[in-house]
């Protein structure tokens, strides 16, 4: 019997589908020791920090995650700083195999100007604020102002503009980290537009997301009828839209076609919109946009601008992988072959393929990452984890440690009516693991 030790990089979506692939691949002959090395005190990656509070559906899958670290060989190691507490070496010396599930962390810039002012921030800051992320607690979110603008118009946008446009009550029964919720309860933002460069029918968000904007209780949805029509005319007129396509502007005109009710809250979705420039002296003051029009295949720059006055603008455009000592990068990717890097070293989600599909696309995905790493192993190396690595007194976060954090976070929500109370410090997190 051939027993292999893995240490698969990163406790989100990827790295457990990679863990469970793994498991799924013993046999007799074969079986895998799994060391899942992870930053935070805490699993789980974007269902902890980034899909939406007022989404507790998608993030059933963690109980998934929790089967899977409860398999024999499995073991969580938290709090542990890839390239600050150990290096990429040591893990390629002491495992068989390294996979690395680091996924896309850092937002993709406009590159436009002032977006440096204060109130133009990126998603990759505003939604790991809002979801208690401990390195974005002290995001400077700006809701002093009334309206908002979100730049893009996939599920990330479609996340960020619902948040800021429907009543913080909403969210008072949801794991919103509690520092977000107490500013959101004080926002005086009230408008909210999400802008496309492209038409309603190119657009990335999903139908089941805008099927939701509908039942929205305390904000009107604003979608023009004519545009979501003439987007299904040329749409039509280049062939049979495909399906997705033909969800989408369905699930958008019964939007458009939903009566305003007058409430005080709006959420506008726009589509033709380039974001040009972001315009202010110190702080956000507007954003300017060129207007496209759609020219058979192509969108292309009618020459005519449009101005929002808007005091917060958020940039949802997208993710790139952020660099790792030692390992090749390719366009905010990490450089692999279809998940192999280079030598023991392997890679899957979103650090492998970029920023897309939702949480699920990540099991066939790591699935075959795992097929090629069992073909490439060689003998065993019969190695130690990096425990002995790690400067005396360094704590790290086992899965006993986590089941009481998650113990805790859950109680402490129960008694608030809430799925849980994220504890948003490092130094408490570790505290609560402690028996
Ligand atoms: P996305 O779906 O790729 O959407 C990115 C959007 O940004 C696109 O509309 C894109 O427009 C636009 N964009 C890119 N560069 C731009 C620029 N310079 N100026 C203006 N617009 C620009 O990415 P995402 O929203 O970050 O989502 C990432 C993945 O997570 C997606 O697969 C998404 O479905 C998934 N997700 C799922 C859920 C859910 O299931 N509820 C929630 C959140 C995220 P073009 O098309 O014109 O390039």
Redesign the pocket.
């Known amino acids: 019997m051939s027993k292999y030790k893995v240490a698969i990089v990163g406790a989100g979506p990827s790295g457990f589908f990679a863990t469970q692939a793994l498991q799924n691949s013993q046999t007799d002959d074969l079986k895998f020791e799994i060391d899942m090395i992870e930053r935070l005190p805490t699993p789980w990656g974007l269902v902890r920090s980034?899909?939406?509070p007022d989404?507790p559906k998608?993030k059933t899958v963690s109980k998934v995650f929790e089967k899977i670290a409860a398999e024999p060989g499995f073991r969580f190691l938290g709090n542990i700083d890839l390239g600050k507490d150990i290096t990429i070496e040591n893990l390629r010396d002491r495992y068989d195999a390294v996979v690395l599930a680091t996924g896309s962390g850092l937002g993709?810039k406009?590159?436009i100007p002032g977006e440096e002012l204060r109130g133009s921030l990126s998603?990759a800051d505003f939604v790991p604020w809002y979801n208690g992320h401990p390195d974005y607690v002290n995001v400077d979110v700006p809701l002093d102002g009334k309206v908002a603008v979100i730049?893009?118009?996939?599920?990330?946008?479609?996340?960020c503009g619902r948040i800021l446009a429907i009543n913080p009550e909403e969210l008072d029964s949801t794991d919103t980290a509690p520092h977000a919720l107490a500013a959101l309860h004080k926002s005086s933002i009230r408008e909210v537009h999400i802008a496309?460069?492209?038409g309603a029918e190119?657009?990335?968000f999903?139908a089941?997301?805008l099927r939701d904007l509908p039942k929205l209780e305390h904000t009107d949805v604003h979608l023009n009828a004519d545009e979501v029509a003439q987007a299904l005319a040329r749409a039509s007129a280049l062939g049979e839209p495909e399906k997705e396509v033909r969800n989408n502007l369905e699930a958008m005109r019964i939007i458009a076609e939903n009566p305003l009710a007058g409430r005080d809250r709006s959420l506008h979705l726009q589509f033709l919109l380039?974001?040009k420039e972001i315009v202010g002296s110190e702080r956000v003051e507007g954003i300017t946009f060129s207007i496209n029009r759609v020219d058979g295949e192509k969108v292309v720059d009618t020459g005519e601008t449009l101005t929002i006055s808007c005091q917060l603008v958020i940039?949802?455009?997208?993710?790139t992988a952020e660099p790792l000592a030692s390992v090749p990068e390719d366009k905010g990717k990490i450089k692999n072959i279809d998940g192999r890097v280079e030598g023991n070293m392997y890679v899957v989600g979103w650090a492998k393929r970029g920023?897309?599909?939702?949480?699920g696309t990540n099991k066939s995905d790591a699935a075959d990452v795992i097929k090629l790493l069992i073909e490439d192993l060689n003998a065993p190396k019969n190695s130690q984890g990096i425990e002995d690595l790690l400067p005396a007194g360094h704590v790290v976060v086992d899965q006993e440690k986590w089941l009481r954090i998650n113990a805790s976070e859950v109680a402490a929500g129960e008694a608030l009516g809430k799925p849980r109370l994220k504890e948003v410090s490092r130094e408490k997190l570790l505290s609560l693991g402690e028996a």
């Open positions: 980034g899909v939406a989404h998608i993709r406009l590159g998603a730049i893009g118009a996939g599920n990330v946008a479609m996340d496309a460069r492209r190119h657009a990335a999903t089941p997301e380039a974001p940039s949802a455009i997208g993710y920023p897309s599909g939702v949480v």
